[in-house]
Each structure stands twice: as C-alpha cells, then as structure tokens.
C-alpha cells in the first residue's frame, strides 16, 4: 500500500504484493470504497488501483481519525473476505 496526498487530499494506492508492488485482482479497489461507503459512511473515489479521499478542510480531528480507522476497516474485511490476509 502506499499512501500519497498533499493537504487533506490524499490517494491510497493498493498492491497485491508489497515487494513487486504488482497491483491487486480487479474489483479490489471497489470493493474497499464500497465498504468504506456502506459500513462507515466515508466517502472515496475509485481510480485505477487507487482510492483518493478529499474530507472537507472543517473536518475535525476526531472525523479524520474515525475516517482513516474505517479505511483500515475495509482494507482488512476486504482482504480477508478474498484470501488476501
């Protein structure tokens, strides 16, 4: 995984294979937004083997913190539920 971003704007790119950084089985990507979607309530976009999240520049500390803990959520779930974890 490698996370990227300037500002709030940040982008997660997901990788299959940490050494070789081959990008993970089609669907991935969508299913993590799907799952940060319908479980936490986060909005993302899903682009290419990536995820970009843009929250407001008023969030708070507390909405970031309960935003990134649901994107480690999905990831897991997601991760497990394809044999990846």
């Given at each position: 995984m490698v996370v990227r971003g300037i500002g709030h704007w940040h982008a997660v790119e997901l990788t299959a294979?940490?050494?070789s950084k081959a990008p993970p089985a089609d669907g991935t990507v969508v299913a993590v937004v799907?799952?940060?979607r319908e479980e936490s309530g986060v909005l993302a976009?899903?682009?290419?083997h990536a995820f970009e999240m843009a929250p407001p520049l008023t969030a708070t500390q507390y909405q970031l913190d309960r935003a990134v803990q649901a994107t480690a959520r999905a990831v897991h779930e997601v991760a497990k539920a394809r044999g990846l974890a």
């Open positions: 294979d940490r050494h799907r799952h940060m976009c899903a682009i290419n």
